[in-house]
């Protein structure tokens, strides 16, 4: 069973506006949440992360919003940059776990 | 650093031949990570190692699937006989001891087909 889901399989944005991608999560125990970035041909990359005991994480243009009730998380792009096209995984862990949980992905296409 | 290293880039074979995938983690990584990549169900965990011991491989699909770390430096996935609906790309990633909040670095993957 998917535990950590993304329910939007691709998205389309104009450049300079705002990239949204949303992902959900069943497990309550998961408590630290990741975002990777992929390119054609290319493995996945590391692209931002948040612990449980945060609500909103940023990193330059990304940032990353946490709502642990709704077991919600979503990864905010602003300005979107046609680079920033690519497959955007979120994923989540557990304490003391070595093993990530990958949803689905979500294609994001910036148009120039 | 290279990074983690997959042979072969892609793989064509026949259904019911042996397929085998290589990766080279990191060097000092003592985690590696085998991740199947299929449209329906995203990345899913085949099977992990820590110090070349295997820990978990509740993700392996059947007995068809093996997969062995004899030293720190080089792991193999093996599928025997592979069958159509193994047809995916396959990630191999290392990481550091510890929880997976570090992340992992992840190989540029091997596409399998399997006609």
């Known amino acids: 069973d998917q535990q950590v889901k993304q329910n939007s399989p691709s998205l389309s944005v104009q450049e300079g506006r705002i990239s949204i991608l949303n992902c959900d999560y069943t497990?309550?125990?998961?408590?630290?949440f990741l975002w990777y970035k992929k390119y054609p041909a290319e493995g996945p990359t590391f692209l931002i992360s948040i612990s449980s005991i945060k609500d909103k994480n940023e990193d330059g243009r990304f940032t990353v919003f946490l709502n642990k009730s709704a077991k919600h998380l979503s990864l905010h792009i602003v300005p979107s940059q046609p680079g920033d096209s690519a497959v955007y995984f979120c994923a989540a862990s557990k304490s003391g776990a070595n093993n990530l949980f990958f949803g689905t992905g979500t294609r994001l296409t910036v148009i120039p | 650093d290279a990074g983690v290293i997959q042979s072969p880039r892609h793989e064509v074979t026949e259904m019911g031949q042996e397929v085998t995938l290589r990766c080279k983690p990191i060097?000092?990584?003592?985690?590696l990570f085998w991740y199947r990549q299929t449209m329906m169900r995203g990345l899913e965990l085949l099977i992990y190692f820590n110090n070349n011991v295997p820990i978990d491989d509740s993700g392996m699909p059947e007995d068809r699937f093996s997969a062995k770390m004899p030293n720190a430096s080089f792991s193999t996935l093996k599928i025997q006989p592979s069958e159509p609906r193994d047809s995916a790309v396959y990630f191999c990633?290392?990481?550091?001891?510890?929880?997976?909040?570090?992340?992992?670095?992840f190989g540029s993957g091997t596409r399998l087909t399997v006609v």
């Open positions: 990633a290392s990481s550091l001891d510890g929880p997976a909040i570090y992340g992992y670095t």
């Open positions: 497990n309550s125990m998961f408590d630290y």
């Open positions: 060097s000092g990584h003592n985690s």
